[in-house]
């Protein structure tokens, strides 16, 4: 990913400083789009905020915000391979997949592990609710948390008995 520069942020933020192409904006994200200035148009296109296509419709394109948060973001130095596997797997906090190679899904697993404080004990119900933060299929990280060793059970009661541990 491409690290965006500071004049560039200045320059989308610089246009929604401006009443005319704010409020133009404002009325591309809400569909209203007849009757709009054309240099305010114009002005969000070269911005990367408005997109014109064929026929001439424009449309609000509000994505480049996250494009620009997410390429001034980049960290300098490289990931390292346990990051790049969590940024593969957790979007948004979410876990996209239950369904990776086992080392992958190791990584994964001891991450969410760390939300489990150790010598606590959680009843089954809690920790189904802290699973379901991560991915709907909660029954299945619990499986394989206690198939890993990162959770033990006993009855209805878990608790952390692997994984990395926070000094």
């Not at 942020?9 to 569909?31: C, H, N, P």
Request: net charge neutral.
């Amino acid at each position: 990913m491409v690290r965006v520069n500071d004049e560039e942020i200045r320059r989308v933020l610089g246009l929604l400083y401006q009443d005319e192409t704010l409020k133009t904006f404002a009325s591309l994200v809400l569909g209203a789009t007849d009757g709009l200035p054309v240099k305010a148009l114009r002005k969000l296109e070269n911005g990367g905020l408005a997109a014109c296509d064929e026929s001439g419709a424009w449309r609000a394109t509000p994505e480049r915000f996250r494009d620009l948060l997410r390429a001034h973001a980049e960290p300098a130095q490289p990931l390292s391979q346990e990051e790049r596997v969590l940024r593969t797997f957790l979007v948004d906090g979410r876990l996209t997949t239950t369904a990776m190679r086992r080392d992958k899904r190791l990584v994964v697993l001891r991450y969410i592990s760390r939300v489990f404080e150790p010598g606590v004990r959680y009843p089954e119900k809690d920790v189904n609710v802290a699973l379901r933060a991560f991915h709907d299929d909660y029954a299945a990280l619990r499986r394989y948390l206690v198939d890993e060793e990162l959770l033990s059970r006993e009855g209805n009661v878990y608790w952390r008995s692997g994984g990395p541990v926070e000094i």
